[in-house]
């Protein structure tokens, strides 16, 4: 990838007006965006070089190149990476207008910040909702126990996302939340609440939740072997495309816990590296994306779901009910440099509980045994 990316970098060279991009994007999705970028390209009079590749892979490229002469002007990265990725980052202090900044939450901006600078802006931000069946569920739960009431009911049509991978943090992380936990603080008695929750619908969970991850659980979904489980928008555009939503799949807010709502907010940023060659032009493209009429071109042309809500009363606004609900209740996980080593041990509470059968207490107590050492990660007061 380093070899393509050099490769890329003499082209800049010789053409002068190139923009970089480096984007986390399916092939479709890539094509569907070189559509959305075309106004941008004829109003600077520039060609946009979209290089696809994963956000693993355009953060190793972004820290390589940090050291000296780069050339990627703009890449995207995942949230979880943005607590290291500000080292290798511009700032962007200035750059984003108060207009700009009303289009997404205030938590969106507050995991961009790093001691009170911004690095990063939101590109396609998303959160979870529920998707249910309600062909087979007319009434989704709406509470903890209504939807304990629905596991015990129909053993095996609950689903969560239990792989050993971010996701299951992200199910899990939304009851923690709405249990009045949070993610410095595993043995608080609101997180250690929420595990006490999984503990009674682990017995009635699909059988399949040790290894689902986004795209096996809606594919369980979209056979009926689960009506209930959470997921990003892509899920519910995902359903429609096979023609079961909304005829048979809906989407709705997260079950609300002792301490109401909450849901956790993913998808991906931009940043403009410090090796960048043309950083002032990849200001520019950020200044044109973050405008309404840009957002919602963005949504219509690739679907997703993010900062401009569907038109009241239009077919999306059905579909996507449960993210526009959840809309004022979206958090963020901490935007910190040791968060891979927090969300692993976060992994491993999860499955204690949900897959292995572990008294919740012990679990977390086993799952988080080493943070009394110094090395440790302290994210108290990142939230």
Same mark, same amino acid.
């Given at each position: 990838?380093?070899?393509?990316?050099?490769?890329?970098?003499?082209?800049?060279?010789?053409?002068?007006?190139?923009?970089?991009?480096?984007?986390?994007?399916?092939?479709?999705?890539?094509?569907?965006?070189?559509?959305?970028?075309?106004?941008?390209?004829?109003?600077?009079?520039?060609?946009?070089?979209?290089?696809?590749?994963?956000?693993?892979?355009?953060?190793?490229?972004?820290?390589?190149?940090?050291?000296?002469?780069?050339?990627?002007?703009?890449?995207?990265?995942?949230?979880?990476?943005?607590?290291?990725?500000?080292?290798?980052?511009?700032?962007?202090?200035?750059?984003?207008?108060?207009?700009?900044?009303?289009?997404?939450?205030?938590?969106?901006?507050?995991?961009?910040?790093?001691?009170?600078?911004?690095?990063?802006?939101?590109?396609?931000?998303?959160?979870?909702?529920?998707?249910?069946?309600?062909?087979?569920?007319?009434?989704?739960?709406?509470?903890?126990?209504?939807?304990?009431?629905?596991?015990?009911?129909?053993?095996?049509?609950?689903?969560?996302?239990?792989?050993?991978?971010?996701? &299951?943090?992200? =199910?899990?992380? @939304?009851?923690?939340?709405? %249990? /009045?936990?949070? +993610?410095?603080?595993?043995? !608080?008695?609101?997180?250690?609440?929420?595990?006490?929750?999984?503990?009674?619908?682990?017995?009635?969970?699909?059988?399949?939740?040790?290894?689902?991850?986004?795209?096996?659980?809606?594919?369980?979904?979209?056979?009926?072997?689960?009506?209930?489980?959470?997921?990003?928008?892509?899920?519910?555009?995902?359903?429609?495309?096979?023609?079961?939503?909304?005829?048979?799949?809906?989407?709705?807010?997260?079950? &609300?816990?002792? =301490?109401?709502? @909450?849901?956790?907010?993913? %998808? /991906?940023?931009? +940043?403009?590296?410090?090796? !960048?060659?043309?950083?002032?032009?990849?200001?520019?493209?950020?200044?044109?994306?973050?405008?309404?009429?840009?957002?919602?071109?963005?949504?219509?042309?690739?679907?997703?779901?993010?900062?401009?809500?569907?038109?009241?009363?239009?077919?999306?606004?059905?579909?996507?009910?449960?993210?526009?609900?959840?809309?004022?209740?979206?958090?963020?996980?901490?935007?910190?440099?040791?968060?891979?080593?927090?969300?692993?041990?976060?992994?491993?509470?999860?499955?204690?509980?949900?897959?292995?059968?572990?008294?919740?207490?012990?679990?977390?107590?086993?799952?988080?045994?080493?943070?009394?050492?110094?090395?440790?990660?302290?994210?108290?007061?990142?939230?």
């Amino acid at each position: 990838m380093l070899a393509m990316l050099a490769a890329g970098c003499r082209a800049t060279e010789t053409r002068g007006r190139d923009l970089n991009i480096a984007l986390a994007v399916f092939p479709s999705e890539a094509a569907r965006y070189r559509g959305f970028v075309a106004e941008f390209e004829s109003q600077h009079h520039v060609h946009i070089n979209l290089i696809a590749q994963n956000y693993g892979d355009i953060l190793q490229a972004m820290r390589v190149q940090a050291g000296g002469h780069g050339n990627l002007d703009l890449v995207e990265l995942d949230l979880a990476m943005l607590g290291e990725a500000h080292d290798y980052a511009h700032s962007l202090d200035g750059l984003v207008s108060v207009s700009a900044r009303s289009l997404f939450a205030q938590p969106a901006w507050d995991a961009a910040q790093s001691s009170g600078h911004l690095y990063f802006v939101p590109h396609r931000l998303m959160w979870q909702a529920m998707i249910y069946n309600h062909a087979m569920v007319p009434t989704p739960p709406s509470t903890w126990e209504e939807l304990a009431q629905f596991a015990r009911n129909n053993p095996g049509k609950l689903a969560f996302k239990a792989a050993r991978y971010e996701g &299951a943090v992200c =199910d899990a992380i @939304a009851f923690v939340w709405s %249990g /009045g936990g949070d +993610a410095c603080h595993p043995d !608080a008695a609101g997180s250690l609440r929420a595990f006490n929750f999984f503990s009674q619908l682990a017995p009635d969970l699909n059988d399949e939740s040790a290894v689902f991850r986004e795209m096996s659980v809606l594919e369980a979904q979209a056979r009926g072997s689960v009506w209930i489980h959470f997921n990003w928008p892509f899920a519910i555009d995902y359903l429609h495309d096979k023609g079961l939503a909304p005829k048979e799949d809906l989407s709705a807010p997260i079950p &609300a816990g002792p =301490d109401g709502r @909450a849901t956790p907010l993913g %998808g /991906g940023y931009l +940043a403009i590296p410090i090796s !960048a060659p043309h950083a002032q032009l990849a200001g520019d493209f950020i200044r044109y994306l973050l405008t309404t009429e840009a957002q919602s071109r963005l949504s219509q042309k690739l679907g997703w779901y993010g900062s401009v809500p569907p038109a009241p009363g239009s077919e999306d606004a059905k579909l996507y009910a449960g993210y526009t609900a959840m809309r004022p209740f979206v958090r963020a996980r901490p935007a910190i440099g040791c968060y891979p080593g927090l969300s692993e041990q976060w992994r491993r509470a999860i499955r204690n509980v949900l897959i292995d059968d572990r008294p919740p207490a012990q679990a977390v107590e086993e799952a988080f045994a080493d943070r009394g050492r110094s090395d440790q990660c302290d994210c108290a007061g990142a939230q």
